[in-house]
T-cell receptor, first 114, second 114 residues
Framework: DGGITQSPKYLFRKEGQNVTLSCEQNLNHDAMYWYRQDPGQGLRLIYYSQIVNDFQKGDIAEGYSVSREKKESFPLTVTSAQKNPTAFYLC?????????????FGPGTRLTVL | AQSVAQPEDQVNVAEGNPLTVKCTYSVSGNPYLFWYVQYPNRGLQFLLKYITGDNLVKGSYGFEAEFNKSQTSFHLKKPSALVSDSALYFCAVSPNNYGQNFVFGPGTRLSVLP
């Protein structure tokens, strides 16, 4: 899991609540990513950030929001607009948003909506 | 659009036997290809990648992968499987354009039987 930390490991949310997942990296990487993992579907990209103060929507951004105020931090907020938020969320980072650069992953946060 | 297929949901192999986990891809231009492994409730760990050069790429934990451009494949192999290799394996493709993102396959669950 390298130098990427995610917290909390497990998160429970009531319907209608917003929750924020933390992702921090000490690798001095420019690019950071948020993925959602559901059984049998692989990883789907939610948001990514190529540099501080910039971020772009991925394939499934609806119901999510992010910020990138510091290079080492890329928090993800799951809003009440996300219809099916129960999933395993993975944060990753890479030195730069180039195709050759390996993405390194954090340990993940499992979100369950009660 | 780029895509990745992992045609087998599950691969079973006896300990000590060689293992192969298959991956085929579709991408315009030259691909960058990656293999990751995921243990239960953990993030993805990088195994190896192909960028250019020798078609046989060696990675962590004794794994290797062979890039075959004509068959658009990047199969993961190991000469002698260990029970501890049992995990979920993901193939990913990245286009060779700056700012483009990885596409992950759906994953293959490998079970190594003692």
């Amino acid at each position: 899991d390298g130098g990427i930390t995610q917290s909390p490991k497990y998160l429970f949310r009531k319907e209608g609540q917003n929750v924020t997942l933390s992702c921090e990296q000490n690798l001095n990487h420019d690019a950071m990513y948020w993925y959602r993992q559901d059984p049998g579907q692989g990883l789907r990209l939610i948001y990514y950030s190529q540099i501080v103060n910039d971020f772009q929507k991925g394939d499934i951004a609806e119901g999510y929001s992010v910020s990138r105020e510091k290079k080492e931090s890329f928090p993800l907020t799951v809003t009440s607009a996300q219809k099916n938020p129960t999933a395993f969320y993975l944060c990753a980072s890479s030195r730069a948003p180039r195709g050759t650069d390996t993405q390194y992953f954090g340990p993940g946060t499992r979100l369950t909506v009660l | 659009a780029q895509s990745v297929a992992q045609p087998e949901d599950q691969v079973n192999v006896a300990e000590g036997n060689p293992l192969t986990v298959k991956c085929t891809y579709s991408v315009s231009g030259n691909p960058y290809l990656f293999w990751y492994v995921q243990y239960p409730n953990r993030g993805l760990q990088f195994l190896l990648k192909y960028i250019t050069g020798d078609n046989l790429v060696k990675g962590s934990y004794g794994f290797e992968a062979e890039f075959n451009k004509s068959q658009t494949s990047f199969h993961l192999k190991k000469p002698s499987a260990l029970v501890s290799d049992s995990a979920l394996y993901f193939c990913a493709v990245s286009p060779n354009n700056y700012g483009q993102n990885f596409v992950f396959g759906p994953g293959t669950r490998l079970s190594v039987l003692p």
